[in-house]
């Protein structure tokens, strides 16, 4: 039943490993340097011991080392808006696949080798960067990847109502693709813990649909947040904005072929 | 366009001229199997690719010369050399009495390159912003700028589309407006690699009308390929066949269907819905009673094959082969030849 | 006709062309104009709000680390507007075979990436944004600037985005040789560069920050330059002068280095996106 998908899913990740091996070392030598640096920049701000809102400083680089190796994961992208951009959607009607399973099967496709070649070396090694890598605890664990999931699903949802917001408004795709980066990554906790931000406004934040795209996932395996609340925070904001992807797409169908292709 | 004192630096008559060339690419492959992806990413398998061998070529000036062959057989490799945007592995590219690669700048001020299925057209921007972009960066004074702007708008008939943005033109106003910004610093040698692909019969027409029309009226040098074997003789006086990175064709396009024999397609209407029996043809089909064969006239008079006709003809026809049929032919033997020396 | 001159001529024409892309319709207009300031601003919002939440960052005051932040958002908004179009994210141009399109101008290959990126109306929103974000630094600061001080601001700040475009060139310079796999190296490498621009290095390990000083040049971005013009650390002002230049002379000859591979094999892909539009 799922041959297609899998097929698809094994020709994307074999795509991206099609050229020369030593400029896949080098991309990733580039996040492990980001991720020693932000690990480096949390040491200067916090203490060694105590918390800051609630959070010790070993919990926030646990925090801030799974959404690297998770970062493929929270900041999830379908490939539909590259589809868009390249102008090649029509394709996609062409073939006797459902577009969603399509998409979700590149997305899979797309990560894997990262979480193959980076996520998991990057886990193994994270002692030696004076982390401790393991969630809260085991129920800690299961419930992460819950919430991960629900998370994987919110951003998905997100990127097919952004795609049909880009072709409604008959905007600059690039663009509007740089700005939802840009606006999500801050908003959704995957560089500064929620928790972190000033005047209270990460308060306000965590209730909005990006919180549930990294925050909530990194709070439970931290164990810096309350597991049933945000998976039930999350698991609403899938229910409703599923639908509105949905009714979005089928609207903007037919203007999607016509834009994209 | 050959403007005085430009001639002075080439080599007298001759525009183009390869010697010798040799162009080898080296193309990695890969295994579709997962178990070989870090086989693929760190030792890969390398294959040599030679696109041409030991190429030579003379082109004179005014000369217009079909460049055609099989895909892959390294046409478009020689429009690049003469482009300066390849270098031979070995052997020695001329052009105009320059080498195109020491001499890019000043080279590409004398020639005019078109690649099908790319454009020099600013993509967001009116057809007359890239215009007005040409003349800057290629430095055409004003006034020349003015006259050559008038001359292409008329031959091209770009006017109508001339402050469109260039997204929005259909394929074969892209190919006349960028055929037009070729034009605007009058290159005295043209290198067209398919021009035509994907235009429809009547722009097509209308730019091969007008790549005839300059060659005639302003002694432009064209270097043109296609896989259109019908436009090609339309066009041009001469044809460079070029087949596996090695010219195996040069001369003019009866010299061409002669070498192939002179292959031509026979209809006989006949009383009898059943073919006749006719030796030194080969018998393709019948409908009702009417049959269809191929046969070489150059082999086989047509009388000697109608004397062998037994029942009462009705009615004959018989024509050239298309040129198109001629060249399927020509790369159906000459991949017959490769299999059997491999055999 | 000397060279400055043609460069110039060649500059009016791209501020045509961008006047003319960037008036084509107000809607497009405007949400260019916004998406670029929420960029800018989405990229040193990070910073500023740790700065704010924790009164500072190491031996950096709140205000200094706004200064830090229109510094660097000036080196973005100065790249932005002149190296469009793919020319900083070079390894684009390379891997999808657009070279071609350089390769048949009768101008040098230098003069075609410098004239071809410039775009100073519809990129100069990230450059307004910066200084917006530095004049009100200077405010806070209660700075007395001096001629010679804003000669030495201007040097580093050209100097920061050489090194930044070198280093850009420098690894794009591989998608000569891996023109799939390195496609986007440049743009890795850019965003890299932009993503801890605005981070104080100060709390770095010894080998750390050696690495941010030299393998991978982040800290001449803004936070090297911005401590000796702020005197939180001692002047050596030339030093970012200097390492642009060493940058520079790395990227030239990787890049000429990988012309030569590209005479050689060209391109066996070609990609038309991205390119001049």
Redesign the interface.
């Known amino acids: 039943m799922f041959a297609k998908h899998l097929k698809t899913v094994v020709m994307v990740a074999t795509r991206s490993l099609d050229d020369k091996g030593w400029v896949i070392v080098g991309g990733y030598g580039l996040r492990l340097l980001r991720v020693v640096f932000l690990l480096s920049l949390w040491r200067v701000l916090l203490p060694e011991t105590g918390e800051v809102s609630g959070m010790t400083r070993d919990a926030v680089l646990t925090y801030t080392l799974i959404a690297e190796v998770f970062a493929g994961q929270i900041s999830v992208r379908t490939g539909l808006d590259n589809a868009l951009w390249h102008g090649d959607i029509a394709n996609r009607f062409l073939r006797p696949v459902g577009i969603y399973g399509q998409f979700i099967a590149e997305m899979f496709g797309t990560g894997l080798p990262n979480l193959v070649m980076f996520s998991l070396p990057l886990f193994c090694m994270a002692p030696l960067l004076g982390v401790d890598p393991l969630p809260e605890g085991g129920v800690a664990g299961g419930l992460f990847l819950c919430s991960l999931i629900l998370g994987i699903a919110i951003g998905a949802a997100f990127d097919f109502i952004f795609a049909s917001l880009m072709v409604l408004l008959e905007q600059n795709v690039y663009a509007l693709m740089q700005i939802r980066d840009a606006i999500s990554v801050l908003l959704s906790g995957a560089i500064i813990p929620l928790a972190l931000m000033p005047w209270g406004i990460g308060n306000v934040l965590v209730y909005l649909p990006f919180a549930s795209l990294a925050s909530a996932p990194l709070r439970i395996y931290t164990g810096t947040g309350d597991p049933a609340f945000l998976i039930g925070l999350q698991a609403v904001w899938a229910i409703v904005l599923w639908p509105v992807a949905h009714r979005l797409w089928n609207a903007n169908r037919e203007r999607l072929v016509s834009h994209g292709g | 366009m050959n403007k005085p004192g430009r001639n002075a630096t080439s080599a007298g008559d001759i525009a183009v001229k390869l010697s010798e060339v040799d162009k080898i690419?080296?193309?990695?492959q890969?295994s579709?199997k997962?178990q070989d992806?870090?086989k693929?990413?760190?030792r890969p398998n390398i294959r040599e690719i030679r696109a041409l061998q030991k190429v030579d070529l003379r082109i004179r000036r005014g000369e217009i010369v079909a460049y055609a062959g099989p895909n892959g057989a390294g046409k478009s490799?020689t429009v690049?050399l003469l482009?300066?945007?390849?270098?031979p592995?070995s052997g020695s590219v001329q052009c105009l009495g320059m080498n195109p690669?020491k001499d890019?700048?000043?080279y590409?001020?004398r020639i005019g390159?078109v690649?099908g299925?790319?454009?020099?057209?600013?993509?967001?921007?009116?057809v007359a912003?890239s215009f007005?972009?040409k003349?800057?960066?290629?430095?055409i004074p004003r006034a020349r700028y003015d006259a050559m702007l008038g001359f292409v708008k008329d031959l091209l008939g770009i006017g109508e589309f001339f402050n469109s943005?260039a997204?929005q033109l259909s394929l074969g106003q892209k190919m006349r407006a960028d055929l037009a910004l070729m034009l605007m610093?009058e290159p005295e040698i043209l290198f067209l690699d398919e021009p035509t692909i994907g235009v429809d019969v009547l722009a097509k027409r209308n730019i091969l009308d007008f790549i005839k029309n300059l060659n005639r009226e302003k002694g432009v040098t064209v270097m043109i390929t296609s896989h259109d074997m019908d436009e090609l003789e339309q066009l041009a006086g001469r044809i460079v066949m070029i087949d596996k990175g090695r010219i195996a064709f040069d001369g003019d396009f009866r010299q061409l269907r002669r070498q192939f024999g002179d292959r031509r397609h026979l209809t006989i209407e006949t009383a009898s819905t059943s073919p006749p029996r006719i030796s030194g043809v080969q018998f393709i089909g019948s409908k009702g009673n009417r049959h269809h064969f191929t046969f070489d006239a150059a082999q086989t008079p047509i009388p000697t094959l109608l004397a062998q006709v037994q029942t009462r003809i009705h009615d004959i026809e018989t024509h050239r082969m298309p040129i198109d049929d001629v060249i399927a032919d020509m790369y159906e033997h000459w991949d017959a030849n490769r299999e059997g020396v491999r055999e | 006709m000397n060279t400055l001159t043609k460069l110039i001529a060649r500059w009016r024409v791209q501020a045509y062309l961008d006047f003319m892309w960037m008036t084509r319709d107000f809607r497009f207009f405007f949400i260019n104009i916004v998406s670029d300031i929420i960029l800018n601003l989405a990229g040193v919002a990070a910073v500023f709000l740790l700065a704010e939440r924790f009164q500072g960052i190491g031996p950096w005051s709140r205000d200094q680390i706004v200064f830090l932040l229109g510094y660097a958002a000036l080196v973005r908004g100065l790249l932005d507007m002149g190296f469009s179009y793919n020319v900083l994210h070079i390894s684009r141009r390379i891997g999808r075979g657009q070279m071609d399109h350089l390769l048949v101008q009768p101008q040098p290959l230098w003069m075609g990436l410098l004239a071809e990126g410039f775009m100073p109306f519809s990129g100069s929103w990230s450059l307004i944004a910066g200084m917006g974000i530095t004049a009100w630094a200077i405010h806070q600061l209660g700075m007395a600037l001096t001629a010679s001080w804003w000669l030495i601001f201007f040097c580093n700040l050209v100097a920061s985005c050489a090194i930044v475009l070198a280093f850009s060139f420098a690894w794009g310079s591989l998608a000569f040789w891996a023109p799939v796999a390195a496609e986007e190296i440049s743009s890795r490498a850019v965003n890299f560069m932009y993503q801890l621009k605005s981070f104080p290095l100060d709390g770095l390990s010894a080998f750390m920050l050696a690495n941010m000083l030299t393998v991978l040049p982040v800290g001449f971005v803004a936070w090297y330059p911005c401590r000796q013009l702020l005197g939180i650390a001692p002047s050596h002002l030339w030093h970012t002068p200097l390492v642009a230049m060493v940058f520079s002379l790395i990227a030239w000859v990787a890049f000429k280095k990988g012309m030569q591979h590209y005479e050689q094999t060209g391109s066996q892909r070609y990609l038309g996106w991205g390119h001049r539009s």
Not at chain 2, 83 to 87: D, E, K, P, Q, T
Not at chain 2, 135 to 139: A, C, H, L
């Open positions: 690419f080296y193309q990695r890969r579709e997962i992806v870090f693929n990413l760190f490799t690049k482009s300066s945007v390849l270098a592995t690669m890019r700048v000043q590409v001020k390159v690649f299925q790319r454009t020099e057209l600013w993509w967001d921007q009116p912003a007005e972009w003349r800057v960066v290629w430095e943005l997204r610093h």
